[in-house]
């Protein structure tokens, strides 16, 4: 387990990093204006649409079902329920990709109804283009599920690497030929990649994909019943860049700056939550069912405590050093000037920790059959977003730095706000979850990360009048990234935060 958690990590982390190098290399081909914007727009429609009806759900509703069958009625019944589970993905996702096709126009129209006409125009194309990723999309997240019921998890966690290393080699080999439509079909080859990736180990298992259209059946109706609310809940940080960008729309470049600034906002807050969540939920599921509400209980905090721990110091420092990260990740080519995206960034690291805590409590909710409860949250959150962005719209409509920054801030704030309801919800629900002494050990690490965001301005504003550029850049964000995990490091000592302390060597676990 301890193997595969690392190389899970890793791999998550890898293809993260990667999906930096894809964005930078998009801003520094395309620059930050037409071409850019309509891209932007162009992946957003297909994929929101995918989240929107089917999402991140295919898995978590598959696994548990495919499971029960698998053990209780046999292999055969399994993969019968597979092949009839598939099928309906195929079948929606077709449906989906007709739809998408057929009224471009309109969604475009729908995401960024204020846009040039040249990225309008552009951006239909496009997204006539991209929208058959999609099918690609549902039937590679179906095969996760099958593998990772089998027990393979190291095959699934490498799919996004290898989709983004193709797009990456794309631009070398082929971009200044192809240019942005052949960014497009390239996307589709990439997402293509996940699924014919995932077929020698599902030949290993002897699983045979039979297109089985017999979808009256009970383990169907199920899976469905199951996904409703967790798809509702999923839909928030969807809904966020929804409607960003179409507040956004009237200034160009406006959307592509809060996109690259969300994207790395997202990935960053992401690698930790991710692995975390993913390794702690079956074994959320099994305290549950087994009734054991102690050992459920210390799951859940032992989690909410360690992404607190990683990600309130990662959040301090983003929002001070913004501006230097988005320089290095962004500054290339015809992208010159990097300000805008390091100012929505810093806005939306506001709400990191709290996306990363939601992550947790959403999982928490989800292992004990509550997922009601994450919906009804998730619909209140989207609520309190859109109203505080139509009022940040009305004030700052024109001035584009402000504008981005207070969307992000916005979403931010979304993000508080749905962690804050769950958190109540699930300590009500189960007072005996959160203790005093946890209590405690987050204030400490709270004040622990307030500490290094003082020495780590301090230091940021002390040398960074002496450097300049790409390596200049670096050196500013290497040296206080040291500086602040020593400060940090030494505050959880000093503290005595025990999760750290049993690290140190001598220490009892």
């Not at 129209?109 to 099918?135: G, N, Q, R, S």
């Not at 002897?206 to 409703?228: Q, Y």
């Not at 809060?258 to 991710?274: C, D, K």
């Not at 390091?342 to 409590?361: K, R």
């Amino acid at each position: 387990m301890l193997l595969t958690a690392g190389f899970m990590a890793f791999a998550t982390f890898a293809a993260k990093a990667l999906g930096l190098v894809r964005d930078s290399l998009i801003t520094a081909y395309f620059g930050s204006g037409v071409t850019t914007d309509a891209y932007m727009a162009a992946t957003k429609i297909p994929t929101t649409l995918f989240d929107v009806v089917i999402g991140g759900v295919i898995s978590a509703t598959f696994i548990p079902i495919f499971n029960d069958i698998f053990t209780k009625q046999g292999r055969k019944e399994a993969t019968g329920f597979a092949n009839k589970f598939i099928t309906l993905i195929v079948t929606v996702t077709l449906i989906i990709t007709v739809f998408g096709m057929l009224f471009s126009e309109q969604l475009v129209t729908l995401l960024a109804p204020e846009c040039a006409p040249e990225t309008h125009e552009l951006a239909v194309k496009l997204t006539i283009t991209m929208f058959p990723m999609i099918i690609f999309t549902g039937l590679a997240f179906s095969f996760v599920g099958i593998l990772q019921s089998y027990g393979e998890y190291n095959i699934p966690s490498i799919i996004s690497l290898v989709s983004n290393l193709a797009i990456i080699l794309y631009f070398p080999l082929f971009g200044h030929k192809f240019g942005v439509m052949g960014l497009a079909v390239t996307m589709i080859i990439a997402w293509s990649l996940q699924v014919i990736i995932q077929i020698p180990s599902l030949v290993k298992f002897r699983f045979r994909l039979r297109p089985d259209f017999h979808f009256i059946d009970k383990n169907i109706w199920s899976a469905i019943f199951l996904a409703i609310p967790m798809l509702i809940s999923t839909w928030v940080q969807p809904l966020y860049t929804l409607v960003n960008a179409r507040f956004a729309s009237h200034i160009t470049g406006a959307y592509t700056f809060l996109e690259q600034a969300n994207r790395l906002y997202i990935i960053i807050t992401g690698v930790f939550s991710f692995v975390v969540t993913n390794l702690i939920f079956p074994k959320l599921a099994k305290a549950n069912a087994g009734d054991n509400r102690e050992e459920a209980n210390a799951l859940i905090m032992t989690s909410l405590k360690a992404v607190i721990i990683v990600i309130a110091p990662l959040m301090a420092g983003i929002m001070i050093l913004s501006q230097p990260i988005a320089s290095i990740i962004y500054e290339h080519g015809k992208v010159s000037d990097s300000s805008i995206i390091a100012n929505a960034l810093s806005c939306y690291s506001i709400g990191m920790v709290f996306l990363a805590v939601n992550e947790v409590l959403s999982k928490a909710f989800f292992s004990m059959k509550h997922s009601v409860t994450p919906m009804i949250t998730a619909i209140v959150s989207m609520i309190f977003n859109i109203v505080l962005v139509s009022s940040i719209h009305s004030f700052i409509k024109d001035d584009a730095v402000s504008l981005t920054g207070g969307l992000a801030a916005a979403a931010a704030g979304g993000s508080i706000v749905n962690a804050l309801l769950n958190a109540v919800m699930l300590f009500r629900k189960y007072p005996g979850i959160l203790k005093k002494s946890d209590v405690v050990t987050i204030a400490k690490v709270v004040m622990a990360a307030c500490i290094m965001a003082v020495c780590v301005w301090g230091i940021y504003h002390l040398i960074s009048p002496h450097f300049s550029g790409l390596i200049g850049n670096i050196v500013i964000c290497a040296v206080c990234g040291v500086a602040g995990i020593a400060v940090y490091g030494v505050c959880m000592i000093i503290f005595k935060v025990r999760e750290v302390t049993n690290l140190l060597p001598g220490r009892s676990k």
